[in-house]
């Protein structure tokens, strides 16, 4: 079983009826798409309040993919509004739990930065995260390439394998050590694939100033997207359920590229929100 869906639901203009407000996007997308990523939450942890909102505007069998909190992963070394890590993963566990006990949580993505290499110490930190949320699935994205190099990928898939974790997939631009290559690996029952785009310059100069425009602007071609559908399917074959996310929406590619994706597996979804609207037809 394949899902498609995008990294959040805010900013995907082709996929909101006509005169719909901020308010309606949600249950927007949820017609077009089974699941989402939720990225609001790596910057602040969303109250339970919020959560059940969420839970309240999507179909019985939508799920989110909820991304772990800044701090949790190493990203925000500063300004954690939080006491302790006690308190941080707390209050990421009520958050976590609103979803989860509504059946609607597909995994937490734990995504590392670049930064986060392959040492004894951070092995041992993700198994400390691995404990701090245990009730839940748990997916690991890394962003440093020594976790893949030769010498070193099968233990890295071995460890995760070994403690029941996800292994995020990742499609992006091959940019040195602060990438990883794509490594079609399934590690659990579940696979979660994102797919960032490929845009080269864009990853190496996350300093400048309009980074966030270009970071992941990138357009999918057809031909592209049919290459990926080839290694999502042999995926398929090792797991209960592939998770595909597109993350190439600094130019707001990612809603056509996920729905020609989906045309190209030939998928149809069931269960979406009732107000869905046919805007890619005889697009491709």
Not at 161 to 183: K, M, W, Y
Not at 255 to 260: F, I, L, P, V
Request: charged share 25%; hydrophobic share 35%.
């Amino acid at each position: 079983m394949i899902k498609i869906g995008l990294t959040g639901w805010g900013d995907h203009p082709t996929i909101y009826r006509e005169n719909s407000t901020k308010r309606d996007r949600l249950f927007d997308y949820s017609g077009h798409f089974p699941i989402v990523e939720v990225d609001t939450s790596f910057y602040a942890i969303p109250s339970v309040k919020n959560v059940e909102k969420w839970i309240e505007e999507t179909p019985e069998n939508f799920q989110f993919i909820v991304k772990a909190y800044q701090g949790m992963t190493g990203h925000g070394r500063d300004n954690i509004p939080y006491q302790n890590r006690q308190e941080m993963f707390e209050a990421f566990r009520q958050c976590a739990n609103a979803f989860h006990k509504s059946n609607k949580l597909a995994m937490v993505l734990v995504q590392f930065p670049p930064w986060f290499d392959c040492t004894s110490q951070n092995v041992k930190y993700i198994v400390y995260v691995k404990q701090q949320l245990e009730e839940f699935p748990i997916a690991i994205e890394f962003r440093n390439q020594t976790w893949f190099q030769s010498d070193r990928e099968e233990a890295t898939i071995q460890f995760l394998r070994e403690n029941g974790l996800i292994h995020t997939v990742c499609d992006e631009p091959q940019a040195g050590i602060g990438s990883v290559p794509f490594v079609p690996k399934v590690t659990n029952k579940k696979v979660l694939v994102r797919l960032h785009g490929r845009n080269v310059f864009g990853w190496r100069n996350s300093g400048a100033p309009n980074w966030r425009e270009v970071r992941f602007l990138y357009d999918y071609t057809k031909e592209e997207l049919e290459d990926l559908a080839n290694k999502i399917k042999d995926l398929e074959s090792n797991a209960e359920e592939v998770f595909v996310l597109f993350n190439n929406n600094s130019g707001h590619h990612a809603a056509s590229n996920a729905k020609m994706f989906q045309e190209i597996l030939n998928i149809n979804f069931e269960g979406l929100a009732p107000k869905q609207l046919n805007f890619f037809e005889g697009e491709f």
